[in-house]
T-cell receptor, first 115, second 116 residues
Framework: GNSVTQMEGPVTLSEEAFLTINCTYTATGYPSLFWYVQYPGEGLQLLLKATKADDKGSNKGFEATYRKETTSFHLEKGSVQVSDSAVYFCALSGYSGAGSYQLTFGKGTKLSVIP | ETGVTQTPRHLVMGMTNKKSLKCEQHLGHNAMYWYKQSAKKPLELMFVYNFKEQTENNSVPSRFSPECPNSSHLFLHLHTLQPEDSALYLC???????????????FGPGTRLTVL
């Protein structure tokens, strides 16, 4: 079956530090890959996605590249801000075999950015 | 109102109560989903509806009963819940559930449920 493994948190960084959150996956076929972000008290929002190998998703200064050879989709940002404090979820979309595509999520990584 | 909305945002109920969670999407999508988010666990998909028909039930206990009267509305009826059912319940929608792996799911803010 499909699975997503992402680095355990929490991660605490100072403002303007470089961020990497590792994500690796196991899937059959050719899944699409996503990063979602959850701010305190809110639901999940799509941050970025990539739909095929070597695609780079980017948004709000965050980037992630779909690496099929290493089955990875690591999230990076060059300079984090306090407003980036949230929980980040890596996910893949794969065929469930029952007629639909399903998202499989990692456990989430909590990021805290301090001034 | 835009996006995916959920009501109520917070709910406290006893184990013998019956309550319902409501989700509404204003995106013109045809697929809707219920997820459970518990502390320290990945998001768990509970139900999938595609064009009002239930297409997935991921071994969810019968004390959770979904209802999808049309493509814009989704309910989760709750009865005889247990304290371990306390969690954040998230609703999501997408164009169709059988469309493509590239389709994005859009989430509501969730209902924080506490079962006493």
């Amino acid at each position: 079956g499909n699975s997503v493994t992402q680095m355990e948190g929490p991660v605490t960084l100072s403002e303007e530090a470089f961020l990497t959150i590792n994500c690796t996956y196991t899937a059959t076929g050719y899944p699409s890959l996503f990063w979602y972000v959850q701010y305190p008290g809110e639901g999940l929002q799509l941050l970025l996605k990539a739909t095929k190998a070597d695609d780079k998703g980017s948004n709000k200064g965050f980037e992630a590249t779909y690496r099929k050879e290493t089955t990875s989709f690591h999230l990076e940002k060059g300079s984090v801000q306090v407003s980036d404090s949230a929980v980040y979820f890596c996910a893949l979309s794969g065929y469930s075999g029952a007629g639909s595509y399903q998202l499989t999520f990692g456990k989430g990584t909590k990021l805290s950015v301090i001034p | 109102e835009t996006g995916v909305t959920q009501t109520p945002r917070h709910l406290v109920m006893g184990m013998t109560n019956k309550k319902s969670l409501k989700c509404e999407q204003h995106l013109g999508h045809n697929a809707m989903y219920w997820y459970k988010q518990s502390a320290k666990k990945p998001l768990e998909l509970m139900f999938v509806y595609n064009f009002k028909e239930q297409t997935e039930n991921n071994s969810v206990p019968s004390r959770f009963s979904p209802e999808c009267p049309n493509s814009s509305h989704l309910f989760l009826h709750l009865h005889t819940l247990q304290p371990e059912d306390s969690a954040l319940y998230l609703c999501a929608s997408s164009p169709v559930s059988s469309g493509a792996s590239t389709d994005t799911q859009y989430f509501g803010p969730g209902t924080r449920l506490t079962v006493l």
